[in-house]
């Protein structure tokens, strides 16, 4: 078996007996086409609503535009066919956080593709079309944190431009490039970039001159410190949520404004607790519907509030204070907004009384407990004592609770880099925080034993799957946080041929600032 369709039987996920048994002398493409069609259609018969999917079809998409095999006009029509179905699958509007980037990236590989492939006629057309796809792809790989990516795609618009002639625009894209390169610490392409960018300007680019410039490139790394102080702070929350129900795209919004206030514990440590938490609460239960549909579904309240804590003088979580008097008070707010903006028609009543009783499972005193615990480890605690380079990832292994399914709590693999550094807020005079970025996924021995216990609980559960990525800027000197933002997927099917599927994806977003 050659390499490349080695490549193809790993990626569309094909036993190795399917593979050895594919004739070698026919055609590659016909090859391509037939194994990622088989298992597209296997896929989307027995989980039609999974991403698992779109993803192949991504997958098929970038394989076709990295063949240089066989006629290319053929070749690119079947990519553009791939990504033109991901782009018309409702799922493809809630599901995978970083799916759009990747859409556009591969839409300027199609391009740029063309350029080449469609003869001189189409050549500027396609080019131009070229940097439109890589400028989108910029920005949506910097709204999912996908840094080297987002700076990737700015040298590739700065490409595109030279080839268009655009001489000066090319050099402007490519500076930034460069200036990219020196706040996210990408010390190897900043080389590379700044002898391309001297060798488009008609200057020396030898080695001593990049050498040069490399003497003041930034290596930063940091360390951080518990040394939280007495404060108050305001931290506004908002969560934006969407699902998809029978083709239709379900929005929610919730929101709270916290007062929170910092003190020494009288026994030592701190206490973190709330003024007024409830009063700026909106649970985010009722959803608004994209067209014309009457919805029949509500999305569980958002939690948003959370309940008093301590933290040891060391900045270990000592648990929450007086839980159970919070959430007695938190189940009345809830309830009284979910009464209040009830919809009207035949099943307001039933849904109402849904909503209030879900209200009840996912505002127990334990589960905010945890949620608590949980959001103080990943944005606090798991920092505490450690130095990072940056740009470096690192790699750990913790328990997390699985996002849609709070109650149930798994290991996760979970990635962290030291991205940048950043203002701790908008009008401080020098950058003294760091920006954080986490990606975590369950465990697949994990998740498939926990998915074992639930098909026990729940019949006919099939399938499921989630990511979290997190950006944090906090101070390494304190470990006081100012911003949080985090993008949740999850997907999970019950009954044959993913009968009764949720895709359900959140944007929350954290803003504290202090008093």
């Known amino acids: 078996m050659n390499a490349r369709l080695a490549l193809v039987c790993a990626l569309t996920g094909l036993f190795a007996s399917s593979c050895a048994a594919v004739k070698p002398q026919a055609p590659q493409s016909a090859l391509l086409d037939r194994d990622f069609q088989a298992t597209i259609a296997r896929i989307a018969r027995q989980e039609p609503a999974s991403p698992a999917a779109l993803n192949e079809r991504l997958a098929y998409a970038e394989l076709l535009l990295s063949d240089s095999s066989g006629a290319c006009a053929q070749r690119l029509e079947r990519a553009q066919e791939q990504l033109a179905r991901v782009e018309a699958s409702p799922q493809a509007r809630v599901m995978f956080p970083d799916g759009w980037a990747r859409v556009a990236d591969l839409e300027y590989r199609l391009h740029l593709s063309r350029a080449t492939c469609g003869g001189e006629a189409a050549r500027r057309d396609e080019l131009q079309a070229a940097v439109t796809a890589a400028r989108h792809a910029i920005e949506l790989y910097r709204n999912v ?31 930034a490039a460069l200036d990219m390169d020196r706040d996210y610490g990408f010390q190897d392409d900043a080389a590379e970039n700044y002898k391309l960018l001297r060798t488009w300007r008609g200057q020396p680019a030898d080695p001593a001159q990049i050498a040069t410039f490399m003497q003041n490139f930034p290596k930063r790394h940091v360390t951080f410190k518990f040394g939280w102080r007495p404060g108050h702070a305001q931290v506004a929350l908002e969560s934006r949520r969407e699902r998809l129900e029978e083709g239709h795209v379900l929005q929610s919004r919730a929101t709270a404004v916290l007062e929170r206030h910092v003190g020494a514990d009288p026994g030592g440590g701190w206490s973190v607790s709330y003024a007024s938490p409830l009063s700026q609460y909106v649970p985010g239960v009722w959803p608004r519907v994209q067209g014309s549909k009457e919805s029949d579904l509500y999305f569980p309240p958002a939690l948003l509030p959370e309940p008093d804590y301590k933290v040891s003088p060391s900045g270990v979580f000592e648990g929450a204070v007086d839980s159970t008097a919070f959430v007695s008070g938190l189940d009345v707010r809830t309830e009284s907004l979910i009464r209040s903006r009830a ?58 609770s699985l996002a849609g399914m709070p109650r149930v709590v798994v290991q996760h693999q979970i990635e962290f880099s030291f991205a940048r550094t950043v203002r701790c807020a908008a009008g401080a005079a020098a950058p003294a925080c760091v920006e954080l970025v986490i990606r975590a996924t369950p465990d697949r021995q994990a998740l498939e034993h926990a998915m074992a216990d639930i098909r026990l609980q729940v019949p006919g559960f099939t399938d499921y799957s989630s990511s979290i990525e997190i950006r944090i800027v906090t101070d390494p000197a304190t470990l006081l946080p100012y911003a949080r933002e985090e993008r949740i997927y999850w997907y999970a099917s019950i009954g044959k041929g993913g009968g009764d599927s949720a895709v359900e994806s959140e944007h929350l977003e954290s803003t504290t600032n202090e008093r």
């Open 343 to 400: 919809p009207s028609g035949s099943k307001a009543r039933k849904l109402t009384q849904q909503a209030i009783a879900t209200m009840t499972a996912f505002l127990s005193p334990g589960l905010l407990e945890a949620a608590a615990e949980q959001n103080y480890d990943l944005q606090t605690g798991m920092w505490i004592g450690a130095t990072l380079d940056q740009g470096v990832w690192y790699e750990i292994s913790a328990p997390l």
């Open 145 to 175: 944190f996908d840094y080297r990516s987002m700076v990737i795609m700015q040298f590739d618009t700065a490409v595109v431009l030279q080839r268009l002639g655009e001489q000066q625009a090319a050099l402007t894209a490519l500076q």
